[in-house]
């Protein structure tokens, strides 16, 4: 099995898969609201934030390119043993879904592809990453 979980206020959340079809899952619930003062910059590009602006207008798009940077985390923590930085990570915000771009080598991919909803006052993300083809 392989499996991630997460938890913010008032909300709780587990997801497990087969480890035979998947190699890595994560998950992130965040509460939808602005990340606080200082913290954006920490965890994203200026060219990352503008893009993820320009693409997606309506929601806190800071906390959900930080949920989903957890969310790849949580994928890639298991598998690699090793850390991994937000600076490591380049989202690429589209309408519901994003492509996660990591910059270390080790996984079989450098593109992981996730899916992201706000939906009553939270944000979550969840990315899952398939055992290669060649194995």
Same mark, same amino acid.
């Given at each position: 099995?392989?499996?991630?979980?997460?938890?913010?206020?008032?909300?709780?959340?587990?997801?497990?898969?087969?480890?035979?079809?998947?190699?890595?899952?994560?998950?992130?619930?965040?509460?939808?609201?602005?990340?606080?003062?200082?913290?954006?910059?920490?965890?994203?590009?200026?060219?990352?934030?503008?893009?993820?602006?320009?693409?997606?207008?309506?929601?806190?798009? %800071?906390?959900?390119?930080?949920?989903?940077?957890?969310?790849?985390?949580?994928?890639?923590?298991?598998?690699?043993?090793?850390?991994?930085?937000?600076? %490591?990570?380049?989202?690429?915000?589209?309408?519901?879904?994003?492509?996660?771009?990591?910059?270390?080598?080790?996984?079989?991919?450098?593109?992981?592809?996730?899916?992201?909803?706000?939906?009553?006052?939270?944000?979550?993300?969840?990315?899952?990453?398939?055992?290669?083809?060649?194995?």
């Amino acid at each position: 099995m392989v499996g991630s979980i997460t938890h913010c206020e008032g909300y709780r959340a587990a997801a497990v898969g087969l480890s035979r079809s998947w190699a890595g899952i994560g998950i992130d619930a965040e509460v939808h609201a602005p990340l606080p003062p200082g913290i954006l910059p920490l965890v994203a590009t200026s060219d990352e934030i503008a893009d993820a602006s320009r693409r997606v207008s309506d929601v806190c798009v %800071d906390r959900v390119l930080f949920s989903a940077k957890e969310a790849v985390y949580k994928t890639w923590s298991p598998i690699m043993h090793t850390w991994l930085g937000f600076e %490591d990570v380049y989202v690429i915000l589209s309408r519901k879904t994003f492509i996660a771009h990591v910059a270390p080598s080790g996984l079989g991919t450098q593109a992981l592809h996730g899916r992201w909803a706000v939906i009553d006052g939270l944000v979550l993300t969840a990315v899952t990453l398939e055992h290669s083809k060649e194995s």
